[in-house]
């Protein structure tokens, strides 16, 4: 007969965060009582502390984000008398910062992997539109991805979540790209005032707002103008001798 089976009773978890619980029960003995825990999913059980048999609360921490697990105490060398589980909490994750490196490209930085486990779900839609699409689901320590094959002329929205097999993260706020902008190489004939052709020009390309027709200097009749970063069709070819021509 076992002499211990009412020693220690009343085990309940308190206090979960992402990566520690804690753990109260009623004792009865005055030996000593190990407290083991383990992922629900594994028939292993390990010791996290013993303590006095007059001791009735154990914080166990170090856990992984959103895992769930299984949590006894037992009196040292008898049976075990109070078991119960706790699933640990999952940090949503931090908004992504977007970049666009190349035609038709969003690159989804996520700067700071702020969990230990799990896998994080990529979405992207078209900006105002409803219907979200998965483009992945990657590890928790991911940090960059590339969503690629996406229309030019579109403004897109992604968002991203933390998920384990037992619980999910908040999606994080909303970041949007921009409007994507074809990269493609420009080609054509360089002509100066006159007609001429030009060989071996230099070309300058900017996005150009509000141009004149025929403008012959690239500081008038532009109300802004933006390097090659973000170029657009329309481009000013530029000479030694200062001649410019509007091209496009």
Known sequence: MNTDVKLLSSLSTTNTGSTSTELNWESNHDGQTNVEYKPSDSSTWKTYSTVSGTTTSETITGLKNGEKYDVRVIVDGGTTNSTTSATTTLPADDQPVLSTP????????????????????????????????????????????????????????????????????????LVSTGTLTPTGPISGTVENQNGQAIENATVKVFTVTNATEGVTDPASGIDELTDLSDPMPDSFAEQSDSDFQLLG
Request: charged letters at 25%.
């Open 102 to 173: 190349s035609e038709g490209q969003i690159t989804v930085d996520r700067e700071t992997v702020i969990t230990n486990y799990g896998e994080v779900e990529v979405q992207y839609r078209e900006t105002n539109t409803s219907t979200w699409t998965t483009h992945t689901t990657v590890p928790y320590d991911f940090t960059t991805i590339d969503i690629e094959n996406l229309s030019d002329e579109e403004e897109y929205t992604v968002r991203l979540q933390t998920q384990t097999e037992h619980t999910t993260g908040s999606w994080t706020d």
